[in-house]
């Protein structure tokens, strides 16, 4: 389940970003810098979404439900809340550990 969620998070944020820079801004119009009667548009109103700007909302909530969707499922998960509630594994037998050396064989020091 958390796979598919992932998937379509990812997915949603990709067309999120592309969405975005698809669209022209309200102040676009090279007019509007420069106060040549076009002004009024750039703090306008717009008048209805576009295609563009309803796809953008869309995706916009449905990468909302999948974030906090995930973050659900990350705070139900089976694994220890602390690192002293994981079990140590067992150590090996002295029997199969390889027999320790006291020092390395080495040849005399000439003199």
Known sequence: MQTVIVI?????????????LLQQG????AGA????????TMFGARGSGSFLTRSTA?????????SLS?????GRSAAPAS??????????AAADAP???D???LPAPKQ
Do not use: C, R, W
């Open 83 to 92: 690192v002293t509630e994981i079990i140590a594994p067992a150590t090996p």
């Open 103 to 105: 020092k390395p064989d």
């Open 33 to 40: 810098a420069f106060g040549s009667g076009a002004s009024a």
């Open 58 to 66: 869309i995706l916009a909530t449905v990468f909302f439900l999948t």
């Open 99 to 101: 027999a320790a050396q």
């Open 26 to 29: 309200k102040g676009a119009d």
């Open 70 to 74: 995930l973050a659900y499922f990350s």
């Open 8 to 20: 379509v998070h990812v997915l949603a944020a990709m067309g999120v970003v592309g969405l975005v």
